[in-house]
């Protein structure tokens, strides 16, 4: 499945989604898929390729405890 993703446009809607109603990441990021009918995992795989939004993304995750706390945080 040929997706047309623009990345940019991605990242400021979840700001935006985040900004408005005030969800995790992770939530934004499952809720904008189901509105644009884009498979999670295609989103994941190019969220991989972003160091910064991945790194928020785990950082996240960290601290709701859904993975294990990693020994070296970058301040963000």
């Not at 623009?6 to 189901?34: G, H, P």
Request: charged share 35%.
């Amino acid at each position: 499945m040929k997706v047309n993703f623009d990345l940019a446009k991605f990242m400021d809607d979840i700001d935006t989604m985040r900004r408005k109603t005030n969800v995790e990441y992770i939530d934004a990021v499952v809720f904008w898929c189901e509105k644009n009918n884009v498979e999670v995992e295609y989103v994941a795989s190019v969220i991989k390729k972003d160091p910064v939004f991945k790194s928020k993304i785990l950082m996240e995750a960290e601290e709701l405890n859904f993975m294990k706390k990693s020994t070296v945080s970058l301040p963000f």
